[in-house]
């Protein structure tokens, strides 16, 4: 019933993660209705440089611009490069890079182990981080996949595959957020909370 380049647009949107035919809709025609002519314009030119304009990194497979031989993380002589944060998403590295509390480098996986959706080590940039293991430079490597079934199952497959090599491996402490309630806590919370506590100073 609707135009066929409007229903092309629904259809688009609705392929996107959370975004179901309700909302595409309603996008669709919001598109149609503003005010500002070129946001369409300006849309569509957005998304075809996400593709032309944007690869991976060829070392921590975090993204950057397609203009650049390395990200600005492994291009920055200034960062430890005796320590690797491994992460699931490049969206990991944006928010551990707001804390501007680690200085080391990052690997990117893109995406986690998951059985049940058919994603195995071989799918993921596992044996690339090996790869850079094996060079000899790296002393740490920390293990900063989510807290999910997904990302511990990933976690404890890197770690038993990083135990042949002479470094140290950690994971990002897991406990109770601040300005939290004790009564509030899930029990996994509170139980990591236990086993992850330190003495006083």
């Known amino acids: 019933m609707l135009p066929e380049p409007i229903q092309q647009c629904i259809d688009a949107f609705s392929r996107l993660p959370g975004i179901g035919p309700k909302t595409a809709a309603r996008l669709t025609f919001f598109l149609l209705r503003t005010q500002e002519g070129d946001l369409s314009i300006k849309l569509a030119d957005a998304l075809t440089n996400l593709l032309t304009g944007t690869d991976t990194c060829p070392d921590c497979f975090n993204m ?11 291009s920055n002589s200034e960062r430890d490069q ?48 090996l790869d850079r293991v094996q060079r000899g430079e790296i002393k740490e490597v920390i293990i900063a996949t ?56």
């Open 64 to 74: 950057m611009s397609s203009n650049q031989e390395r990200c600005r993380v492994c």
């Open 82 to 129: 005796g320590i690797i944060c491994v992460v699931e998403e490049p969206l990991d590295v944006a928010a551990l890079e707001r804390t501007s509390g680690y200085q080391g480098l990052y690997h990117v996986l893109h995406g986690a182990l998951s059985p049940v959706e058919g994603i195995v080590p071989e799918d993921l940039k596992i044996k690339e981080l």
């Open 146 to 201: 989510n807290p999910s079934m997904e990302g511990d199952a990933t976690g404890m497959y890197m770690q038993q595959q990083l135990e042949a090599y002479d470094l140290k491996v950690t994971r990002l402490a897991r406990g109770l957020p601040m300005g939290g309630d004790l009564e509030y806590a899930d029990q996994n919370t509170l139980l990591r909370a236990l086993m992850g506590r330190q003495e006083m100073e």
